[in-house]
């Protein structure tokens, strides 16, 4: 009988077992990504699985996204690795406070709602690059000590453990789901290779994980305007990079279980856990995917899995170095290319043929400068905005007008499709100033006007028609709209037809 219980959610039932074994496997797996991490950006070992501790655990009973994992990230990795070279851990340390601080002001101010204007091309661009990322990395592990590719049978044996291990976590889920198939794979592997005695890379072969509890620090560095100057930058952008990963992965996790994470909650853990990681000799980090994905798709749900998961690569690195370090890097790898593989949006490809030509577009553009720059920041950003422009493209061109003359004479343009930037020389084209009978009327039921260039495009048609001695009444504008123009008085002269609030003719209805 499955044992259930509430961990810091009364709402989410917990399979205490599903979350521990998850947790484990996700324990095995942070182990090399952080400290691969921590050595690209120029650090210790050390630094990074302590920042994967401190986020985990953190991010795990503070965040908004119960099953998503956190720790040190490639991506904050080159954030803070020109700093590490030019100026010491000490100042990372201090980076990675400032820019917890900063996340979890983002929170409090609830900027988490901002990532409803990421498009779905972009996150679809977002996790296919990031899947080829995730893969491509794996390919290190097919090269030696000296960066020369392995050759005859060193590559037969780690390629066959590799093989060995993507086919267990793919197979079993097919005989059983009693246990989760990444760790039956890992551990697998791991009796393969004890018991034959095959010599085959490990873990150890990347540095050692032995150490302490992480030590409280406060970092050492001149608290001054010119410490201030130089981190803050890094900082920034480590916090912009670590939230858009987070809530975008936090978006992934809430699409395949099929609940719903909070955001803001989530940018506030994020911030908390990296000022405690800078606090603790961590190098700080963000969410996860590809161990997120591990954690979810081995059925963990709730918190007690992340708390699982910290604690017990604690045990590791103060109690259990020398039995991880002998843990083959083919298991992991073999895991690694599963998780690319299941990361990969494979809907996307079969639906080419049926998206916009703009949005395959966007998501070609965000996969290549993912997987090409390894600059997720970037790559979302520029999605959005090439999405933005896009979407402003095609509504410049749908504003249109039906015109009709009634009984008494008087012209009727009945506008439809927004009035903003982007569409006011549609609508300027529209009429016919000097042909137009003495009264004229731009009915916007079905328009809405958007911004301060949709003003003064109604002040320079009004302007048009009273220069020739014709009335203008303008009909139907929403409340918003009429705010506008409330607010417009003292920017632009707007013409005084009839209406001496608005300084326009406004027919209400």
Known sequence: MKKYFNL????????????ILSGLTVALALIPEAVAFALIAGLSPLTGLYAAFVMGLVTSILGGRPGMISGATGAVAVVIASLALSHGQEYIFATVILAGIIQVSAGFLKLGKLMRLVPHPVIFGFVNGLAIIIGMSQLDQFQDSTGAWLTGSALYVFGGLVFFTMLVIWGLPKLTKVVPSSLVAILSVFGIVMVLGIDTKTVGDMASIQGGFPPFHIPIVPFTFETLALIFPYAAI?????????????????????????????????????????????????????????????????????IFASIMLLIFIMFG??????????????????????????????????????????????????????????????????????FAWDNATRIRARKRVDADGVKYYEIYGPLFFGSISVFNEKFNVLEDPEEVVIDFAESRVVDMSAIEALNKITERYTKVGKKVHLKHLSKDCRALLANAEEIIDVNVIEDPKYKLVVDRI
């Open 8 to 19: 810091f959610d009364l709402t989410q039932k917990v399979d205490y077992k599903n979350e």
């Open 238 to 306: 480590m916090a912009g990079v670590g939230l858009i990963e987070s809530l975008l992965t936090l978006n992934i996790i809430d699409e395949i279980t099929e609940t719903r994470g909070r955001g803001n909650k989530e940018a506030v853990a994020q911030g908390v856990a990296n000022m405690l990681s800078g606090l603790f000799s961590g190098m700080g980090g963000c969410a996860m995917i590809g161990q997120s994905l591990i954690n979810i798709s081995s059925g963990a749900r709730a918190r007690l899995s992340g």
């Open 321 to 390: 170095a020398s039995l991880i370090e002998k843990l083959p890097m083919a298991a992991l790898t073999g895991l690694m290319l599963m998780v690319a593989i299941g990361t990969f949006e494979w809907a996307s490809l079969r639906t080419i043929n049926k998206m916009p030509k703009s949005d395959i577009f966007v998501m070609a553009v965000v996969t290549l400068v993912t997987a090409v720059l390894h600059n997720l920041a970037l790559a979302v950003i520029i999605g959005v905005i090439i999405a933005a422009l896009v």
